[in-house]
Antibody, heavy 126, light 106 residues
Framework: EVLLVESGGGLAQPGGSLRLSCVASGFSFSDHYMDWVRQAPGKGLEWVGR??????????EYAASVRGRFTVSRDDSKNSLYLQMNTLKTEDTAVYYCARGAMCTRSSCPDPFDIWGQGTMVTVSS | DIQMTQSPSTLSASVGDRVTITCRASQSISNWLAWYQQKPGKAPNLLIYKASTLESGVPSRFSGSGSGTEFTLTINSLQSYDSATYYC?????????FGGGTKVAI
């Protein structure tokens, strides 16, 4: 079974840090782009960031709202994706989803998110 | 950034109805558009990609069309369990962006 399981959510203070993890199983994790998407309470979906695969040198992309504060990384040996969140703001409060993107070994691989984790809640509040 | 605008934001329909949701992109995205269904408390679920390709396992009552800047999701013969919020998403360019969602009540 293809599965993504997030962990690491919780309560953090404004200006604080939190690290989320996502463990993958049932597919070749190292071949895929992997993303983080968040959803504030009662709001829509917002893409946060991406880690490309080894073929694309693990390069990353970020939404403007988190660039410079959040870092997406991965450890293919552990089938794991991470989101390091620093300088947290109250507006970062959301459910954070890990999502699977393209299995990409060419120059460009536009692809949707075909597998999602169950999400982990992050609350930023004093 | 490419803005994705969905309409309507909410709709109410009956079992057996045909419903159509529209998604407009602020610039051409070719056919790099996906549709997702999300039920309360659950993660989104991919329905359609490349504007009109049905994801494996998704009922054929769902269909998508469009290219460039105008796209539609159609649900034929609406069922009670289709009650959900539906999102479009462009994956043509960064930042990847979603529409605001359409809540379908039955």
């Amino acid at each position: 079974e293809v599965l993504l399981v997030e962990s690491g959510g919780g309560l953090a203070q404004p200006g604080g840090s939190l690290r989320l993890s996502c463990v993958a199983s049932g597919f070749s994790f190292s071949d895929h782009y992997m993303d983080w998407v968040r959803q504030a309470p009662g709001k829509g979906l917002e893409w946060v960031g991406r880690s490309r695969n080894k073929f694309h040198s693990y390069t990353t992309e970020y939404a403007a709202s988190v660039r410079g504060r959040f870092t997406v990384s991965r450890d293919d040996s552990k089938n794991s994706l991470y989101l390091q969140m620093n300088t947290l703001k109250t507006e970062d409060t959301a459910v954070y989803y890990c999502a699977r993107g393209a299995m990409c070994t060419r120059s460009s691989c536009p692809d949707p998110f075909d597998i999602w984790g169950q999400g982990t809640m992050v609350t930023v509040s004093s | 950034d490419i803005q994705m605008t969905q309409s309507p934001s909410t709709l109410s329909a009956s079992v057996g109805d045909r419903v159509t949701i529209t998604c407009r992109a602020s610039q051409s995205i070719s056919n790099w558009l996906a549709w997702y269904q999300q039920k309360p408390g659950k993660a989104p679920n991919l329905l359609i990609y490349k504007a009109s390709t049905l994801e494996s396992g998704v009922p054929s009552r769902f269909s998508g069309s469009g290219s460039g800047t105008e796209f539609t999701l159609t649900i034929n013969s609406l069922q009670s369990y289709d009650s959900a919020t539906y999102y479009c998403q462009q994956y043509d360019s960064y930042p990847l962006t979603f529409g605001g969602g359409t809540k379908v009540a039955i």
